[in-house]
């Protein structure tokens, strides 16, 4: 939300979109040939379920060989190293993040654990559905990655009272994906919700605010078009007596700050089903641009 001065931020824009995934040799300080073990985080016994299915909505290897020196600051040995982004249902509890609960497989069956794990800079009230995996993870041609498993304790949180989206706590432990975003594609929504309170930027009478989250960091295809200017290319649709109506947002906040969310208010108290942007609008920092994209808000 707010913009930051901190290495990562300026960073993530450079991973995040395409999200970010690098590429190159396997080391053998990252290769690992069997299952990594837990970790020895202390697990919660209370409030917390074991259910996993559909946890992992994707993985996104959108940089290759390619993260900047800067990023050292961050990860220690993260320079030249593959990013890739991976994005959740639920947002996930930072204290329980480790980069070992990570296992990221690529086309060649090799396992690799990546050497740094972080939510930042989408880590706000709100946010935290991004794990940006810093890592060797395969080559973006010939052996990308394929899988990513979740082999240690990692918990999500329980629904945000200011948020629509039904989030359970729950350890995610053995989930895993094989939806992993290739390098040369372009950046999709992959998350939608209503927000308000503290968790909305902005607010206005008869008016709703939708956070909306993207595969990684975007900015216009367009020179001439600013952040700001997005909010006129995405559509929101009502619903109201079985008819979807489309709608343009008013405006838009959540902007210049790097991350992948944005929030759009939309003037009207009807139901908010969903949310679109036509091709062609916002690129990665691959400069691949964003194909149709729609999600369904999450209720």
């Excluded at 290739?182 to 209503?194: D, H, K, N, T, V």
Aim: proline share 6%; with cysteine; net charge negative.
């Amino acid at each position: 939300m707010q913009t930051s001065n901190h290495p990562v931020y300026k960073l993530f824009i450079i991973f995040t979109a395409s999200l970010v995934g690098l590429g190159g040799c396997p080391s053998t300080d990252s290769q690992r040939t069997d299952e990594a073990p837990a970790t020895s985080k202390m697990e919660s016994t209370s409030n917390v379920t074991s259910e996993n299915e559909d946890a992992i909505v994707c993985a996104f290897f959108g940089l290759d060989n390619g993260l900047p020196r800067r990023v050292n600051a961050v990860v220690r040995g993260a320079y030249k190293k593959d990013g890739m982004p991976l994005n959740f249902k639920d947002e996930i509890d930072a204290g329980t993040l480790d980069a070992e609960d990570f296992l990221v497989i690529n086309r060649e069956g090799e396992k690799h654990v990546p050497i740094g794990a972080i939510l930042m800079p989408a880590d706000e009230e709100g946010e935290n559905r991004t794990v940006l995996l810093i890592g060797e993870f395969g080559t973006g041609g010939s052996n990308p990655p394929v899988e990513v498993k979740i082999v240690g304790d990692l918990l999500t949180k329980a629904k945000h009272e200011d948020a629509s989206a039904p989030s359970i706590a729950r350890n995610l432990k053995n989930a895993s994906t094989k939806n992993v975003i290739p390098l040369s594609e372009g950046p999709r929504m992959f998350f939608a919700q209503i927000v308000k309170g503290d968790l909305a930027e902005q607010s206005a009478d008869n008016s709703q605010v939708v956070q909306v989250a993207w595969q990684g960091g975007i900015t216009p295809v367009d020179k001439k078009v600013t952040e700001k200017d997005l909010s006129q290319f995405y559509t929101v649709y009502v619903e109201d007596d079985d008819k979807v109506t489309p709608l343009t947002p008013k405006s838009i906040a959540d902007i210049n700050d790097n991350d992948n969310y944005h929030q759009l208010l939309v003037e009207t108290h009807l139901p908010i089903v969903k949310v679109s942007m036509p091709a062609g609008i916002v690129k990665d920092p691959n400069g691949d641009s964003n194909p149709k994209t729609q999600v369904m808000l999450e209720h």
